[in-house]
């Protein structure tokens, strides 16, 4: 079984950076996709980005086109999500996933797709 930790979030100022970690563990034999998903309070959960198995292509969700890029090490099961000109709308609580024995993405990054989850980390955009 796949075993999925977050790392990286904070509190960041209107037009800051950050970056954010996946780290994979258990049963990585496999291939999968990785996606990115946030949470705000009192909305739904929300595909942010995802990347397939090689790491060749991405998808993102239309928000954060040109300002979050997403990227893998195979070497070192850990996926990225760098987010830069972050805006207080991204406040949220950032998820990874894993979609096990899919090599690419759908273009609509969908929860119900990835059956692994990491327990989340917190983002706060605030001035």
């Known amino acids: 079984q796949l075993q999925l930790v977050e790392s990286g979030g904070g509190v960041v100022q209107p037009g800051g950076s950050l970056r954010l970690s996946c780290a994979a563990s258990?049963?990585?034999?496999?291939?999968?996709?990785i996606g990115w998903f946030r949470q705000a309070p009192g909305k739904e959960r929300e595909g942010v980005s995802c990347?397939?198995?090689?790491?060749?292509?991405?998808k993102y969700v239309d928000s954060v086109k040109g300002r979050f890029t997403i990227s893998r090490d195979n070497a070192k099961k850990t996926a990225y999500l760098q987010m830069n000109s972050l805006k207080p709308e991204d406040t949220a609580v950032y998820y990874c996933?894993?979609?096990?024995?899919?090599?690419?993405?759908?273009?609509?990054?969908?929860?119900?797709?990835?059956?692994?989850w990491g327990q989340g980390t917190q983002v706060t955009v605030s001035s």
């Open positions: 996933a894993a979609a096990m024995w899919r090599y690419f993405c759908s273009e609509y990054v969908a929860p119900a797709d990835f059956g692994a």
């Open positions: 258990g049963f990585t034999s496999g291939y999968y996709a």
């Open positions: 990347i397939s198995s090689g790491g060749g292509t991405a």
